[in-house]
């Protein structure tokens, strides 16, 4: 009851912070915002198959081309009669053009868990480096193949994209990616995940299923990749293959890797800071990418863990989270009152 | 049949070129186990040096055969000088490390190699001189062979045997069998692997920089980004070769450019980048460790 309530707050305040929010901050800021929620859902769905899972996926912008298009498209061709339909019905357009977007979304979502599970099972015999190139091919091959579908607009990009996406979906997502990943990894299968990284003959061994584990890994990371395309898509209102290329995939990784692998909060800093770091260095002009570089470089070299290592940041927060464990629930006084604030500074 | 042959030809001139690329990809993994993403970017340093190499004898007028061959020596100086550097900076300091991060400096080198090349070269691309005069020479059957291909295939035949020279014949290629076989047991028996692994990317730069070069003779254009996609292929090439292996690199390289240009000829071109990884993918499914590559069985 209480967890159910604690969503329903922390639902209600996102809600005020998406009407609230445009007219606070400048639509530039905005930008970087909402581009920071996309990039967090890439980073940590990512993180479910680089970093707890062990596998080494860099095609993860194919994932997110394939949920963006599928969702755009259905809101762009069916979007407007499904809206028609339910007006006809009574329906006011606002809510069932809102409903079908959602269910866009986890359709786009669930188009790409498929393509995670078809390269899920090439893991099945390839290792390291060569299911990397797999993944990396799997990701540019759906670009081209995009890019010849005249309906999504081919090589013009696909224009006139209804814009659904707001900080309240935003937000919404980049909590429920956030909140199922860190389920799972803590739960038994979480346990199972860990094991295919850290020995897989061992976890083989002692039971694990590790096939259905390394596929399972990449069904849920694709998912969540291709509900960040939809969201990405219905943001800017186009969509174009140029944004899907393997140096985004490679973007991602370097988020899962400079964040710590297998650190769901690694992940999240990691995604916000090189977000807004090439933002920030918009004042240095042509010598912004430069520096980007050098600095990863320079952060590479002296953290090669990782900015977190394998360790989550701060363990007390996440005990007043209401994903809590057997063992935290006697803490629930003391952490509840803590519960508000922390999620208003979110 | 004709055409055909004329795509052959054309395809493995421009396999060829991959093969250069892809032996620099496969040594370096051989010896540190590390995908060098800013090999590609090397390449491009290796096209710039000879465009400003060239202009300094006096192209884009004529330029003596003498000339045209010291600026492919000059590209290939510098270019495995700034392999060198790279490796030295940003590699050897964790050569400690989890492969992964390893990974990713090389992925921020190419930025920075890029990005430094997009300010000091521009953006714009730049048209490298003909420093040997293009002529068609005509085969046989009707097929068409440029100066530049003949070019183009008689130096990388005659770089890739000088590679396979050093790798078999010399010492430091025996040290450097040595050290991609097991790199602390070749340490322990004397092998210097610091200098060893130095020696492999002024090597592997050097090629990639004929292969730039050479590039650059027969499409004249040049710009800052031209090394992401060749980069990129001929890392694929190496795989499908069998990584680490040094005749499966300059097979999967002509296997790729014949396959590459054989569906710009006979299918469209907007499928070309995807050729590239669809061969890869049901290669790799029906043989995992590619071509010519060893599996090595997992030690428990």
């Not at chain 1, 339910?86 to 790409?112: R, Y």
């Not at chain 1, 346990?191 to 990284?197: L, N």
């Not at chain 1, 629930?329 to 604030?341: D, F, H, L, Y």
């Not at chain 2, 000339?67 to 590209?75: I, P, S, T």
């Amino acid at each position: 009851m209480r967890q159910f309530l604690f969503i329903l707050g922390a639902i209600a305040v996102l809600f005020v912070l998406n009407l609230v929010l445009p007219a606070l901050v400048n639509p530039y800021i905005f930008q970087i915002l909402i581009l920071c929620g996309i990039n967090i859902i890439l980073a940590v769905s990512l993180n479910l198959v680089n970093g707890h899972t062990g596998q080494f996926s860099i095609g993860h912008a194919g994932f997110m081309a394939i949920g963006g298009y599928t969702c755009a498209a259905l809101t762009y061709y069916l979007g407007p009669q499904i809206v028609e339909r339910a007006t006809s019905i009574g329906l006011p357009p606002a809510v069932s053009g809102i409903t079908f977007f959602v269910f866009s979304l986890l359709a786009g979502g669930a188009a790409s868990a498929v393509a995670g599970f078809l390269v899920g099972l090439p893991s099945l015999r390839l290792r390291g480096d060569y299911l990397a190139i797999v993944t990396l091919g799997f990701g540019e091959i759906i670009r081209v193949m995009i890019l010849n579908v005249e309906a999504v607009g081919g090589a013009r990009g696909f224009a006139d994209i209804p814009g659904h996406t707001n900080f309240f979906w935003v937000s919404f997502f980049v909590f429920l990616t956030i909140l199922v990943v860190r389920n799972l990894t803590t739960s038994t299968h979480g346990r199972a995940f860990i094991s295919v990284r850290e020995d897989e003959i061992a976890a083989e061994a002692l039971g694990i299923n590790t096939t259905n584990y390394k596929v399972l890994a990449f069904v849920i990371g694709a998912f969540f990749a291709g509900v960040a395309g939809g969201l990405f898509g219905h943001y800017l209102m186009y969509l174009h293959t140029n944004s899907f290329t393997f140096m985004k995939s490679f973007e991602v990784v370097i988020m899962v890797v400079l964040g710590g692998m297998g650190s769901i909060t690694g992940s999240v800093i990691a995604a916000t800071l090189l977000t807004v770091l090439p933002e920030a260095l918009r004042p240095v002009k042509e010598f912004r990418m430069v520096i980007y570089a050098a600095l990863l470089i320079f952060l590479m070299i002296v953290r090669p863990q990782g900015l977190l290592g394998m360790k989550e940041l701060s363990l007390r927060t996440f005990r007043s989270l209401p994903f809590r464990t057997e063992k935290s629930k006697s803490r629930q006084g003391e952490s509840g009152a803590a519960e508000g604030t922390n999620k208003n500074a979110d | 049949m004709q055409e055909f042959l004329q795509q052959l030809v054309n395809g493995i001139t421009w396999g060829s070129i991959y093969a250069l690329i892809a032996l620099g990809y496969t040594m370096v993994y051989g010896i540190l186990r590390l995908i060098n993403f800013a090999h590609g970017d090397v390449y491009m340093v290796g096209a710039f040096t000879a465009y400003f190499a060239a202009r300094l004898f006096g192209a884009p007028g004529p330029v003596s055969l003498f000339a045209a061959v010291l600026v492919l020596l000059l590209a290939m100086a510098v270019s495995s000088l700034l392999g060198v550097v790279i490796e030295r900076g940003a590699y050897k300091p964790l050569r400690k490390s989890p492969r992964l991060t390893m990974l990713i400096t090389a992925i921020g080198v190419s930025l920075l190699l890029e990005n430094l090349g997009l300010i000091v070269f521009g953006a714009d691309p730049k048209f490298f001189p003909q420093i040997v005069a293009p002529r068609q020479i005509e085969l046989g059957v009707g097929v068409l062979v440029s100066s530049h291909q003949i070019i183009v295939l008689s130096v990388s035949v005659l770089l890739m045997v000088a590679l396979q020279v050093v790798v078999l014949k010399t010492k430091i290629g025996k040290a450097m069998r040595a050290v991609s076989f097991h790199r602390e047991a070749s340490s322990l028996m004397g092998i210097s692997t610091d200098n060893v692994i130095t020696f492999t990317f002024a090597v592997g730069s050097a090629l990639a920089a004929a292969a730039g070069v050479l590039v650059a003779l027969s499409n004249p254009k040049i710009d800052p980004l031209m090394g992401i996609m060749p980069g990129l292929k001929a890392f694929v090439a190496a795989v499908l070769g069998g990584i680490g292996n040094i005749p499966g690199a300059m097979l999967g390289g002509l296997i790729m450019g014949i396959s590459e240009v054989m569906v710009v000829g006979y299918i469209s071109s907007t499928y070309r980048d995807a050729i590239a990884f669809a061969l890869l993918i049901i290669i790799l499914l029906v043989k995992p460790t590619g071509l010519m590559g060893t599996g090595m069985g997992e030690k428990v």
